[in-house]
């Protein structure tokens, strides 16, 4: 699946294996789902350099997205109804021009209902275990105005970065962001808020237009 937003462009792909993390062993029963994040080097300016090659363990900032990305899908999931498999979620930015990590969760949500189909397909599920739909964008404050989807010369001048992620019925699954040159209102929050679960919902539209449904 390649989701795109603006300029930016991620490749999300899911791998179904056949076990489950070591410590979910004889303790529930279920699959599991985890998340991997990584920026191709020529994926924005200047170049950065692969990790692996770097010898160094991933960074900081690597590990939170992937870990954010696994947490958003994991609430779209019923995962005790799901095999003893792990849904591996391979989220591979082609092109960063701000809004990589919501990006990345809106196009991992239709690779895992496709991954969630073909296991449909080999009679693996008892049940369908998909919630609902999860879908997620940045919204900040830019010269004193909210905006949505921030591209990165927006992002890098706003006061206000939060990043939103919305189940289908437009509850909140998780918030992040924070001022960034000085305090803003609860006024203000709200607003944003309310501007991100309406561009969600229209998110969540193109989602299912992508998957047919």
Known sequence: MLAECGRTKVLCTVSVQDQVPPWMYNRQPGGWLTAEYSMLPGAGQPRKPREARTGRPIDGRTFEIQRLIGRALRCAIDLGTLPEVTL???????????????????????????????????KQLPKWPLRGMVSAVSVGLVGGEPMIDLDYAEDSTAEVDLNVVCAADG?????????????????????????????CT??????????GI
Request: net charge negative; charged share 25%; glycine share 6%.
């Open 88 to 122: 591996w979620v391979d989220c591979d930015v082609l092109e960063a021009d701000g809004g990589t990590r919501t990006t990345a969760i809106n196009g991992a949500l239709v690779a895992v209902y496709d991954a969630l189909l073909w296991l449909e397909e080999k």
């Open 171 to 199: 509850r909140l699954i998780e918030v992040q962001g924070a001022a960034e040159k000085r305090p803003f209102t609860m006024e203000q929050f709200q607003e944003m808020l309310a501007l991100a679960q309406t561009a």
């Open 202 to 211: 229209r998110i969540d539209t193109l989602q299912k237009q992508s998957l």
